[in-house]
T-cell receptor
Framework: EAQVTQNPRYLITVTGKKLTVTCSQNMNHEYMSWYRQDPGLGLRQIYYSMNVEVTDKGDVPEGYKVSRKEKRNFPLILESPSPNQTSLYFC?????????????FGPGTRLTVT | SQQGEEDPQALSIQEGENATMNCSYKTSINNLQWYRQNSGRGLVHLILIRSNEREKHSGRLRVTLDTSKKSSSLLITASRAADTASYFCATDDNFNKFYFGSGTKLNVKP
């Protein structure tokens, strides 16, 4: 079954404690992306990756890091989380190519930073 | 920001009625997509309309695009309780950055 998985699904942590949210896909998609969703603001893109070892900033990259060492995985790293990073996070993938825009989303990770 | 804005923010209708939601965006686009999100879950792609298309259908969904007004609408006909969800429009800058609106929350009462 084609899917995008995220772990953990729920996380409560404290300010400053480094954390990683994993994203994995089994569709062999080259493009992967991270979004955060906040009430009233919709989804905002944090980082995206066109392929292995290629990453670019989205609209709200501050406070986040990513890496793309293998095609299937795209972890989101918060080196020093702060309360304003409390949010619902989604990983998404899509087929490569300029004409293909449909994205497949993971189930989400709800992060609370106290 | 290129981010789209949906209107209305919330919509409540009876089962069987039609639901219309609108999206406005700020810059020129090559295409526009609509997604659906059930409460707190991942988004699911519904339909994509290209800038050279004015209308597109998929089952009970009808999407229109007016590039002169920088707006799109999503019509769900004969709505069902299972259509209760949030609906988002999304555009991209053709360089792989995507922009989502803040969504319309649709409640279909049985």
């Amino acid at each position: 079954e084609a899917q995008v998985t995220q772990n953990p699904r729920y996380l409560i942590t404290v300010t400053g404690k480094k954390l990683t949210v994993t994203c994995s896909q089994n569709m062999n998609h080259e493009y992967m992306s991270w979004y955060r969703q906040d009430p009233g603001l919709g989804l905002r893109q944090i980082y995206y990756s066109m392929n292995v070892e290629v990453t670019d900033k989205g609209d709200v990259p501050e406070g986040y890091k990513v890496s793309r060492k293998e095609k299937r995985n795209f972890p989101l790293i918060l080196e020093s989380p702060s309360p304003n990073q409390t949010s619902l996070y989604f990983c998404a993938t899509r087929w490569p190519g300029q004409g293909i825009k449909e994205q497949y989303f993971g189930p989400g990770t709800r992060l609370t930073v106290t | 920001s290129q981010q789209g804005e949906e209107d209305p923010q919330a919509l409540s209708i009876q089962e069987g009625e039609n639901a219309t939601m609108n999206c406005s965006y700020k810059t020129s686009i090559n295409n526009l997509q609509w997604y659906r999100q059930n409460s707190g879950r991942g988004l699911v792609h519904l339909i994509l309309i290209r800038s050279n298309e004015r209308e597109k259908h998929s089952g009970r969904l009808r999407v229109t695009l007016d590039t002169s007004k920088k707006s799109s609408s999503l019509l769900i006909t004969a709505s069902r309780a299972a259509d209760t969800a949030s609906y988002f429009c999304a555009t991209d800058d053709n360089f792989n950055k995507f922009y989502f609106g803040s969504g319309t929350k649709l409640n279909v009462k049985p």
